[in-house]
């Protein structure tokens, strides 16, 4: 029945229906429970390293000036995807109108893009921190930090846009139904009635542009990191360092590894299911991880919560 419903619906509207996540079960209610937990997380989480970092002077070096920018990646990242999914179980209304699907995909490539540019980015502020310290002041000096965001951001927002708006322009006429959480192109291509094989392979070519060209720039920068670590004298030093690598290089795995095996596979190898089930990685545990990572791992945020936090709250006698 609940099939039918769709295709009736499918020949009455047009936009599109998610099958969302979870099935309507004490499973799936449990487990949607946790994802609303994990979204507070994020919110809480994100929202406390992009104040901290504001607030605290001490914090405002380019590596955190970053940092910052990726909390609030974070932030929008996690709310394109989980607030519709929300209100689509909770009401038992699983469509999506045509422009709530065009703003979800914008937002989500935006999102996706800027952070694998982004994580890039740190990566070469901490391979210069380290490998070339004498000269950091110059080389990540406010203007080249202002550059590397700002590339960020303009570079992502024309690739999304270009890519939602031919995606939204091909015809849907096989069926409307989306076998996702949220409006993934990936997953819309497979209903248009035309022939997508050349628009797969521009999709392709943008992976590598903005998700595998950015990794392969960041490992070999963390291979001369480490390299450079090994050699330090300094054993308070060496620990510092590689703690902060260790850091990004955590985020990094749990940020690429799901997007680089999801969107690299041949179309033949693919399953809807599976490429459902690891969005889950990157578009909900990702940004409610990332500032876990750098706060419980990292001394000077830790110090900047206290000293924040101490403005705030009343000292004691």
Known sequence: ????????????????????????????????????LIFLIALLGNSTMILLIWMDGHLHTPMYFLLSQLSLMDLMYICCTVPKMVVNYLSGDNSIS????GFQSVCFLIMACAEGLLLASMAYDRYVAICRPLHYPVLMNKRMCLLMITGSWVSSSINSISHTVYALSMPYCKSRIINHFFCDIPAMVPLACMDTWAYEYTMFFSTNLFLLVPFLGIMPSYGRVLYAVHHMRSSQGKKKAFTTCSTHLTVVTFYYAPFVYTYLR????????????????????????????????????????????GRFLPQKE
């Open 1 to 36: 029945p609940r099939m039918l419903l769709m295709e009736e619906w499918n020949h009455t509207t047009t936009g599109f229906i998610l099958l969302g996540l979870f099935a309507p079960t004490k499973t799936g209610l449990l487990l949607f429970l946790l994802v609303i």
């Open 98 to 101: 045509f422009v709530g699907c």
């Open 266 to 309: 041949p179309p033949s190898l693919r399953s809807p299911e599976e490429d459902k089930n690891l969005a889950v990685f990157y578009t909900i545990l990702t940004p409610m991880l990332n500032p876990i990572i750098y706060s419980l791992r990292n001394k000077e945020v830790l110090g900047a919560l206290q000293r924040v936090s």
